[in-house]
């Protein structure tokens, strides 16, 4: 029969054979799914971004499950729950003032990156790139007194000798320097010489004016309120910040012109820096000279001669620079082998008589119109190093010392017998600061021990920049921005509203 031939001739499939077909037809419609989605416009997915972000705000503000009116994928509870609690999140920083100061945070933090730190001072000195060669004994050299080899040295001191050689002594790199006199500019070793000598020109005309204008300009004196209102309208800016000396600073003293702020200060390694504040030349007005070649403790000039300017140095000299006619003499100096000897202070009691602090007990007076210094050496301290002096501004044959072992002695020139002071007051530790009051009825003096204390002359002790009255308060603290450091060392300009403080690194910071 024909039909069932043709059913016969038909191939028979079995269930098998249908089966992975029919599994390719139920999965097929995924993956043309992923397809589309990743072959859709870049713009089409834009506007979604931007539907969904439309839906988010409607549901944060009302709160509810609400369908949006755009087309788009709709959130789910979930996600709706989410974008609540993010804007619920939001309000109370919001009400705490917390993003408020995030922005403001970050908007300072972007200032502080914007803000560069410019060098303003001193123009470094070049130094010869030519290394020393340094004199070497026989004893270094392992040779014994007749030139013959002395037996072989172990690898120890082989390496230590070498060590030695090649490290530079204190005394090689800064020799002392001569005493004089001698021209100011031989101590100046930065290439701006031109511009040295144009400041000094200044300088020297500002100091040959002052002594006719200055006695009138007592900023100083009054009331205390009056004092201390004139303190508060000081102020520091960036541009009154400028390194003077290359390293720590010992000594800092105000010329008392009025026509120009000039800053004196003492450096580490004898370097006497000279500031012309507010200057406008490549070094911001700032000088270092070398006149010593030890720590310049004390720095004065005199209102009553400006023009000169002493210091003294760990270096064991007491010199003079004349600020007129730029040179620099020696007026006083130890003897070079005494040992252990050297100069920490001076205090001048008339004009040519000055008192010096020393070490091993040692004052000595020093009368400045003889070359050399006609010298009368008096013990005090038992012995005791004596690390600041100060004569009392009226009758010039008192004067305090303040010692090593804690001592602040009074002393009269007129009867100087057995080592015995006329009083004397104990502190914690070595004495670091003394001064007497204006009118010389009391001292005021700083001690290691973190006390400041004014002591009257019947033995009694009363216990950033601080400003304190008599009475033991504290009258005015001065701070600012740009006073980022310790001011270990201070000064107030003699007729003018103006205060100095000087860090550990050689920078001065002027207060205006």
């Known amino acids: 029969m024909p039909g069932t031939e043709a059913a016969a001739a038909a191939p028979r499939r079995s269930s098998r054979v249908l089966q992975p077909c029919n599994k390719r037809i139920l999965s097929s419609p995924k993956k043309p799914a992923k397809k589309r989605v990743k072959e859709e416009d870049l713009e089409m997915l834009l506007k979604e971004e931007i539907k969904d ?21 709709v959130l789910s509870e979930y996600e709706q729950r989410v974008q609540r609690n993010i804007a619920e999140r939001k309000r109370l920083l919001e009400t705490l003032g917390v993003l408020k100061a995030k922005e403001e945070l970050s908007s300072f933090e972007e200032s502080l990156k914007k803000k560069k730190t410019v060098y303003r001072g001193i123009i470094k000195e070049k130094k010869s790139p030519e290394p020393v060669i340094r004199r070497r004994s026989l004893r270094q050299q392992c040779l014994t007194p007749d030139g013959l080899d002395a037996p072989l040295p172990s690898e120890y001191q082989v390496e230590r000798s070498e060590r030695r050689a090649a490290t530079p002594s204190y005394e090689e790199d800064h020799p002392k320097p001569p005493p004089g006199p001698a021209p100011l500019m031989d101590y100046y070793h930065a290439p701006n010489k031109v511009e040295c000598e144009g400041m000094w020109r200044d300088v020297a ?59 004196l200060v003492g450096g580490k390694w004898g370097e006497l820096g000279v500031w012309d504040v507010g200057r406008q030349d490549d070094s911001s007005g700032a000088y270092c000279f070398h006149p010593h070649s030890r720590p310049i403790n004390c720095l004065s000039v005199a209102p009553s001669s400006p023009h000169h300017a002493h210091s003294t140095s760990y270096d064991g000299s007491l010199r003079q620079t004349d600020l007129e006619a730029g040179l620099v003499q020696e007026i006083y100096a130890l003897d070079d082998n005494q040992r252990n000897s050297f100069l920490c202070w001076h205090a001048r009691l008339d004009a040519n008589t000055f008192v010096l602090g020393a070490s091993l007990g040692r004052v000595m007076q020093v009368d400045a119109r003889v070359r050399g210094g006609r010298v009368k050496q008096l013990l005090v301290h038992e012995r005791k190093t004596v690390k600041v002096i100060s004569g009392h501004p009226h009758h010039h044959h008192y004067f305090a010392t303040g010692s090593n072992d804690g001592h602040v002695s009074l002393w009269d020139l007129r009867s100087h017998k057995n080592n015995k002071s006329l009083s004397s007051v104990v502190h914690g530790r070595n004495v670091s600061g003394l001064e007497f009051s204006q009118t010389g009825n009391a001292l005021v003096s700083t001690s290691r021990d973190d006390y400041l204390r004014f002591i009257t002359f019947d033995g009694t002790a009363l216990s950033g920049i601080e400003v304190w009255g008599s009475d033991g308060v504290l009258r005015h603290h001065f701070d600012g921005p740009a006073l980022g450091s310790v001011s270990s060392v ?23």
């Open 490 to 512: 201070v000064a107030l300009h003699p007729f003018r509203p103006a205060l100095a403080g000087c860090n550990s690194s050689g920078k001065v910071h002027v207060f205006l």
């Open 53 to 73: 972000e439309e839906v988010e705000e409607e549901v944060a503000t009302n709160g509810e499950n609400a369908s949006p009116t755009t087309t788009g994928p």
């Open 205 to 263: 005309k500002a100091s040959s004016t002052t002594s006719a204008t200055a006695s009138s300009m007592d900023v100083w004196g009054g009331s205390a309120e009056s004092v201390l209102e004139r303190m508060k309208k000081l102020r520091i800016e960036e541009e009154r910040v400028v390194k003077v000396v290359p390293n720590r600073i010992f000594s800092v003293q105000f010329h008392p012109s009025v026509e120009k702020t000039l800053v």
